[in-house]
């Protein structure tokens, strides 16, 4: 199993959750990070460090998330690897609540 991040993330893209992988398996893209799944771990730092709780192991993920595990896949093989705290894009406190963000993720 892997962690997956999820729609939360899309327009908030906190970086608080790349500095506690051991593995260096975050990718960033335009408004969205991801976890490559080959190189996850399972360790489960990155989860309570995510301000929006857009980081779910495979197995807890809900349904309405499922599409996340290809979209995690896929990123990461295209997007660069990210390893430090970056600032939010400034905007990012007014699309924490919003849902239904998936249509807004830039590839």
């Known amino acids: ?41 399972d360790c489960t730092l990155c989860v309570p460090e995510c301000p929006v709780e857009a980081i779910y192991d495979e197995c807890d993920l809900p349904a309405d998330q499922m599409g996340f595990v290809a979209i995690n896949a896929e990123l990461s093989r295209h997007w660069p690897v990210i390893t430090e705290r970056k600032d939010p894009p ?17 590839r």
């Open 1 to 41: 199993m892997t962690f997956v991040v999820t729609e939360a993330c899309i327009r908030c893209k906190y970086t608080d959750c790349v500095e506690v992988c051991p593995v260096d398996c975050f990718h960033e893209g335009p408004n969205f990070l991801v976890i490559n799944p080959e190189l996850c771990i």
């Open 90 to 106: 400034e905007d990012a406190e007014e699309w924490r609540e919003v849902e239904d963000k998936k249509d807004l993720l830039e």
